[in-house]
């Protein structure tokens, strides 16, 4: 069954890249597998799917560690500066950072692991007083910031818009993501073609027609969560 929805949804994201004029290969597919039992994620697995999304890091290192095999693991949830260490460790692409504090919690545990820390930071397009991400107008100050930090590897930006009852209606907002990334990227402050993690099961298509480089699928594949 996960291999059948990963198959479809496969097809609809090439379905959209060519609308767009893209080629499908410019868009991962992130499994969003929160509150998934472990034996789905294994389904989609062994379907080839590589990219797996988790929001909450206790949940998430349970299954990182018994799941083997070539995984790449993107954090996409709300994380806190005490947490930096063991995100670091864990995962591959953390697309949540908001916020300098973090940023700098993340260099340290990354400069301590060793490792170049690989990010995007989140912004909150529809400016909702509850959801995380940098405001727009505060972005550009912040990637300033982060270059000073060196463990970090800026890839791009991230956003949830606000709940509306389809993907034309939240177009304008991932319209909106990719204007900014292209301003900050002619500054220098992102690569030239910076990664845009943007689309959800009920709206990726039209994330992709606005240059999503990433979507994030949980129920769509996976069914409902517990
Ligand atoms: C849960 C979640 C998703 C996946 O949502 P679905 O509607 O199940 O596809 C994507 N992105 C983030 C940040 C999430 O928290």
Request: proline share 4%; aromatic share 4%.
């Amino acid at each position: 069954m996960i291999s059948a929805n990963l198959s479809v949804i496969n097809k609809r994201i090439a379905r959209a890249a060519a609308a767009a004029g893209r080629a499908p290969e410019e868009i991962t597919l992130i499994a969003v597998s929160k509150r998934q039992p472990r034996e789905l994620i294994s389904q989609a697995l062994t379907a080839g799917q590589l990219d797996f999304g988790e929001n909450y890091l206790q949940e998430a290192e349970e299954k990182i560690k018994v799941i083997t095999g070539p995984v790449r693991w993107h954090f996409i949830g709300r994380l806190q500066s005490n947490k930096a260490k063991k995100a670091v460790r864990d995962f591959d692409l953390i697309h949540t950072v908001d916020r300098l504090k973090l940023a700098r919690g993340l260099d340290r545990a990354a400069a301590s692991l060793g490792k170049k820390q690989k990010i995007l930071v989140q912004v909150n397009v529809g400016r909702e007083a509850q959801k995380g991400g940098v405001l727009a107008e505060k972005c550009q100050e912040l990637l300033e910031n982060l270059k000073t930090l060196a463990n970090l590897k800026v890839r791009g930006l991230m956003t949830m818009p606000p709940q509306v009852a389809s993907g034309e209606e939240a177009r304008p907002y991932f319209a909106k993501l990719r204007e900014l990334a292209d301003q900050m990227a002619g500054q220098g402050l992102l690569p030239a073609t910076p990664a845009l993690s943007m689309g959800m099961s009920g709206d990726f298509e039209a994330a992709i027609l606005e240059g999503a480089t990433m979507v994030r699928v949980g129920t769509a594949i996976f069914g409902a969560r517990e």
